[in-house]
């Protein structure tokens, strides 16, 4: 790497202090690029060649139920979440820092916290006997338990919880770039509160909520183990069908095809994701 | 104004009170689950109908759970250590090299932090049971390495776009080698990068459960698959009990972290 | 006129401890031009906010027109207002930041439309209607953002160093533009700046803040020429001072020794001094010329340095006891056969257009 940086050949100028990235390339290369290649390719080659795997995955009313349930949770997690993270993101960007920071905290720590640990909580929390079910009850909000696990309410539950610091802490970045000048403009503009919010705070949060949005939507996609344990079978998600076609049936070419298109999708959303952050970079002043 | 914390009257009511109730929603389980581990109830009942510390003697009685926590601390700490050097590498191609491809690269190194987890669990499970790596220790540190590493190069080219390099050359211009200097100048400059690097390395491969899942043996167990598999079984309070010390792990890590950037900061 | 229209009474502001500003009271006539000059951390821009609505006073009123302000809040207050960072919504272009206190206003669609373009036509960025604020220079900015308070004929607007991020060429076109509207629209302005010379340029009123209150208020040319204290005279305009000491007092003319031993007599006291009081001796350096007039005082000196800029000439000198005095005669006391370096020169003001300040 110092010697390459000297060197001034055309060869050298396009290798130029490239050297020292050699042992991450091989390692990314040849255990992760070549398995996932090479389970791509089995999708198209096991059990034998042919694309009969695509054709039983979109033509099996299960599995096409699996797709949409997977894109159903997925929005309804993103939603919930944007909307519960934005008024706590508003608040942390503009709090005094000694309150602030308590919540940070809480963040962090929910955020650290064994991601099982985490999920074997709500299990227990949410189960028809847990804590939620009986206080509603003997607070006499409702009489028979809620049904709040191995459902949609669970996975929703569940992943939100999971996924709300994702979303607040870019959001709290987004919300603190605008300056509050701006809004005592607005005011003075005229603006009453309810105006500027939707006028001018919203529009200017807007590729902060639309960049966290989105990176919560594609992480929801692929989700395991939240669903897994939270969510009913009626309702199962695409990455536990791979999971479960691959160990449990051992149809490597069928979870292959369906890891295939998860990752298209994955991908696809992920590049989108970039353009949005990759603009709202470029774009500076704005 | 509504960017101005002092002039939101009553909005600042509703939202302080939101807020609030959603820290309240994210330390709920968190309290309630190292709560239960101290609770007497083999159903889970809460309140708890009385105090004990069973669970936790039974958790330390069954050498399958001090395995599996040995076996996940050895993974984890050389996945960071590998991920951590290999990523420190990287990191100066991607900040200081001059080459084609440069966003390329950086986008490719990512990738595993971004492609959902099972896809990835599969592929490698099928390459290691191809060439022999399945349910080893090896192929435990090779999976995780390669999830660790976005988080460590993360941090680390954070720090070193933030450093300026004409500190590293005014050093080399006093005398000092390139390496010297890197050494001497430029790590110590970037070290809060570096910590939170190997952190964040360890607790991706402590905390994973996908991977593990696929890649266990019956002999070769991490903590997180010994969780998953008492979870699926039955919700026995052993696990609260080795939850509990999971959570008091993340709380000894985060004041670690605390002090130690306050430190290092300095 | 027995109708004020805005009243700023004993206006104060503290953050803890800590007084930025202290009882400011000032009535401003309609259609003025009022600038705040002073240091920076004054207390100005508090003042201002207290009447923009951002920060409720701690004790003292505002009102307009008889009425206060203080429970009306900011959207409702109908003021307009100009800040010193660029607060155009980046979201919106030009025209729809013209237009957009129109619009929460709920104002017909046609008449928005016409104000928009009258507006825009007022600072001269017509053609800008379409462009995105980010897509415009600092200056251009700023008119916008002029136009954007303006659109909505709001009685009073502040203006809080709008022109402090530009450099010095546009800062002078668009002064010269503040003038333009000011006396087109009639608006009454609070004009905020530290900068002396943008506050003579502008100004109708200048009221001098110091570590939050105000020190003088009045038109540059009285502070110029009458300065209330040693503070308001360093801070408007160029002056030189001398260390003397009070002799006497007689018939409003007072006679000080200085330094060097010379009396000087004839000198206008800010106040009553006592006998053999500490006082410092201030002269612009415009008063100050190298030929002797009429009723001239002298001062003997050695000319350290000279320098010639065509329509004046500007010369250094140090009095025997080593204070260095700043001398720009003006056109017509240039005495090009006393301006060469040396020692054992004089040099001559009239007493009356100095002052004395307590030391
Ligand atoms: N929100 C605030 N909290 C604490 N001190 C403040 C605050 N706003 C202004 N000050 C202090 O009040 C003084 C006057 O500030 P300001 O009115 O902004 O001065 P100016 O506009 O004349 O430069 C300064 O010393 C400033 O530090
Ligand atoms: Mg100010």
Known sequence: MQGSSLRRGSIAGLTAGSGSALPALLLVGLFFIVPVVALLLRSVTDPEPGLQNYAALFGSGTYVRVFLNTFLVAAVVTAVTILVAFPVAWMLAI??????????????????????????????????????????????????????????????IGMVYIMLPFMILPLVGTLRAIDPMTLRAAALCGASPFQAFRR?????????????????????????????????????????????????LLNWGLGSAAAFVLLVITMALYALQLRLVGARRTGGGL | MLLDYDRLGWLRVALVGFTAAVAAFLLLPVVFIVLLSFGSSRWLAFPPPGWTLKWYEQLFADPTWIDAALTSARIAAMSAVLAVVIGLFASFALVRGEFRGRQLLRGLLLTPMVLPVVVF??????????????????????????????????????????FDKSIEDAAIVCGASPLQARLRITLPSIRIGIFSAAIFSFLASWDEVVVAIFMASPTLQTLPVKIWGSLRADLSPVVAAASSLLVGLTLCLMIVTALLRRKLSR | MTRSFLSIRAVRKTFGAFVAVHDVTIEVPRGEFLTFLGPSGSGKSTTLYAIAG?????????????????????????????FQRYTLFPNLSVAENVAFPLSVR???????????????ALVRLENFADRHPGALSGGQQQRVALARALAYDPPILLMDEPLSALDKKLRQEIQAEIRRIHRETGVTILYVTHDQEEALHLSDRIALFKEGRIEQIGTGEDLYVRPASEFVAGFIGNSNFL??????????????????????????????????QKVRLMVRPEALSLAPGPASAALAVDIVDTAFFGDRRRVLARTASGDEIDVRPTSDTIDPAGAAAGSGQRIYFDPASAFLFPA
Not at chain 1, 117 to 137: D, E, F, K, S
Not at chain 1, 215 to 224: A, I, K, N, Q, T
Not at chain 2, 130 to 146: D, M, N, P, Y
């Open chain 3, 243 to 276: 260390p003397a000491e009070h002799l006497e007092t007689a018939a409003g003319a007072a006679t000080v020794r200085l330094a060097d031993g010379s009396i000087v007599t004839g000198l206008t006291a800010a106040e009553a001094f006592s006998k053999g």
């Open chain 1, 200 to 248: 001018i705070l919203l529009p200017l949060s807007l590729p902060g909520i639309a960049a966290g949005g989105l990176m919560v939507f594609v992480m929801s996609l692929g989700y395991f183990v939240t669903p897994a344990l939270l969510g009913g079978t009626s309702n199962m998600m695409l990455a536990e069908m791979i999971a479960q076609t691959v160990q449990s």
């Open chain 2, 121 to 162: 669990a599969i592929a490698i499970y099928a390459f290691f049971l191809r060439i022999g790596l399945a349910g080893t220790t090896i192929g435990f540190v090779i999976a995780h390495t390669i999830l660790a590493l976005p988080f460590a190069i993360i941090p680390i080219t954070a720090a070193l776009e933030g």
């Open chain 3, 106 to 120: 709920r104002r017909p669609d046609a008449e928005v439309k016409r104000k928009v373009a009258d507006m825009l």
């Open chain 1, 95 to 156: 709090m005094p820092p000694a309150y602030g920071s308590i919540v940070f905290g809480i963040i962090i720590l929910s955020m650290w916290t064994n991601l099982l640990t985490r999920t074997y909580a709500w299990m227990v929390l949410l189960q028809r006997t847990g804590v939620i079910n009986r206080t509603l009850m003997g607070l006499g909000i409702i009489q028979e338990p809620l049904p709040l696990i191995n459902n949609l309410a669970g996975v929703t």
């Open chain 3, 54 to 82: 951002f920060q409720d006073p701690t004790s003292g009123d505002v009102l307009l027109e008889d009425k206060s302000l203080l429970a009306v809040p900011s959207h409702k207050r109908n003021i307009g207002m100009v």
